[in-house]
């Protein structure tokens, strides 16, 4: 495991949410076969008065230059490095010429350059903002390489040059899109990887000595869980998977979730060595008794991850599968492990058998014992209020997704996004497929004025910039056969069409202008815009909108038009996994319920060890709507997952308590005080444990993961609370109509 562990790779392109199944997806895909890959471009920009100063601009036009001819990229398009088309009377063909072949020696061979660029209206707001104050060079990477690692050395060059260009003239270069963005991302990830590792390793270890106060007790648990790391590692690379920004926290998560097998092993073993003296014996019973309950707490955390494969996102499908599987094999190192190398280490120390004897523990599991048996009613109000409070914030939560929602807030990746959108209209792609559903159906004239009216609208709303389509360039071709006047950059009539569509065909290199936006059958064509990062409920919003309005041009019956592109389909994909988070956590739950049900048979058992878990889930939503958190694709990971973390802490609790209550004459009152002075010691030692070590995540650079950790801490803290205090209350309130000779299920014990 650890030879495939080290050929683990990064992912070099976004994670796959939805599902391949999907029609969205499907069709998406088809729209890549037949036009290429979309998202292949990065830009980079400037803002300047001096733009079209001599020195500036051929500047500009030296790095387009250079870039040209790094392998990977396909063309680049800047102020500096556009292309004229002129008609060719002799061939009766379309020419492209570039406005600039070389440095240029004078200001005034600029302002001539200027001034062509200035009349040809194909460029405008492309690559030079309205104002005439911003300008971008948009760097397109091969297909074959832009989901690759081939792509990282092309835009270091292009930040080398970048920087280069900024020391010389002062001028602040601004990078963005997608390629760059899912970089920017690989990287954050490779690095937070190691980061959280290696805190999640330190916390855990801290919590161990604290908790131990032995050398041996701290450093074997800590390497059994790297052990698990290293097979978690492993299990992504047989499985043939990259690391994500999901799969990249599972390591760490390992070590959160594998520890707490040890405490709850180590801990049953001095219980009973402080009983019996004997090591081996204390050992064979800590491995009989602690082993089922451990095995069936990490069967329903495995179950909390697992469920997420359901929704069939391939993102969340590794994710979910991994997790799980890494959280059973790092249980079984731990059962394996833990008594064969503590049988070769000397017998505990007394220090060591008398941790659940410190005061402050003792003091603190005796109040919430009388709690529970005197102040049932408060816990119950007290339940019942945080539920109203809570139900009202989740009426509250905001639903929304971001693109680059993973990117810290202030992160120079994201504030060049924003100098993007607010001066060109953003850099994220969005692709318009119109299909005639009949061979040449794009070449009618009809049709044509009905794409113009298309992109007319669509470029109304202020999310989207202006086209880059079939219709630009007819306007273009137009312009260019009446000899470059910027007035006849229309759409050619009936009797020019013929005459212009010839030129086009004839013209080699310059029909493949055309060939870009049709296909081979002339029946579907596209449309290109660039879009703002505006949110999944904006642009549910606006796509709403825009869907009659589309179709009072395109008749539904006759033409199909599929607005589609990465990011359409991520908006989709956000769209998807919250329309699956119920379908998820009633997974979760009903599975966890049949373990419940396996265990204790009964419907009120089953009653009693479901709502304490689903209280803390209903508090986190509330906390998320009071505080504005929103719903997205790596906050709706928490209920599922929090929802089989925190059952863990239900059967503990509840194993320990039904053994008493088929193998003492104790009362009830009694048996839930003992258990709650025993089984508490480990709940509490491992709910510090999952909350410093979810806690990690608070320092990440990704928003997604700040919130992901900081509300599953809350989350499991919340549930230790419930799981000590509700759920002995409803023990307790039950009492009269437990008849001890009809208990079923297994008989187990932690």
Known sequence: MGFEASKVKITFNGGKVLPVT???YIRYNQFKKTFGQDASSMVIGIKSDQIFNKDVFNDWYLIGSQLKQVKGVKAVVSVANVYNLQKDTAQHRFVIKPLVTGVLPSAQAVDSVKKQLLNLPFYKGLVLSNDRKSTLMAITFDDKIINTPLRVPIIKKIDQLGQQFEK???????????????????DLVAHEFSMFLGLSILITALILALFFRSFFPVVFPVLIVVLGVVWSLGTLVLMH??????????????????IPNTIFILNKYYHEFELSGNKMEALEIALE??????????????????????????LLTQFGLVASLSILATFALSLILVPIVFSYLPAPKAKQTGIKDSKLMKALLVNVDNLVHYKRKSIYIATLILIVISIIGIFRININGYVVDDLPQHNNTLEDLKFFESNFNGVLPLEVSIDTRRKNGVMNQAVIRKVEKLETLISSYPEFSRSISLIQVLKFSTQAFYGGNPDYYRLPDGLEQNFILNYAGNSGKSSGALNSYLDSTHQVTRVTFEMIDAGSKKMNTVLAELQPRIDSIFNPKKFHVELTGSSIIFIKGTNYLLTNLYESLAWAILLIAGVMWILFRGVKMIAVSLLPNLVPLIITAGIMGFFGIPLKPSTILIFSIAMGISSDQTIYFITRYRYELRHTNKSISQIVSDTIRETGVSMIFIATVLFFGFGIFA???FGGTVALGILLSITLLVAMISNLTLLPAFLLSLEGGVDRNKLKGPDIEE
Do not use: Q, W
């Open 241 to 258: 998977y990259e690391m994500t920004i999901l799969t990249g926290i599972i390591p760490p998560l390992v070590v959160v979730i594998g």
């Open 699 to 701: 320092v990440s650079k």
């Open 289 to 314: 008794k602690a082993g089922i309950t451990t095995f069936i707490a990490n069967i329903t955390t495995a179950i909390g991850f697992g469920v997420l494969c359901f929704t069939n996102s391939e």
């Open 22 to 24: 999907d029609s969205a």
């Open 168 to 186: 010389k003239h002062g001028i602040k270069v601004h990078y963005s899109g997608l390629p760059l963005i899912r970089t920017v991302v690989g």
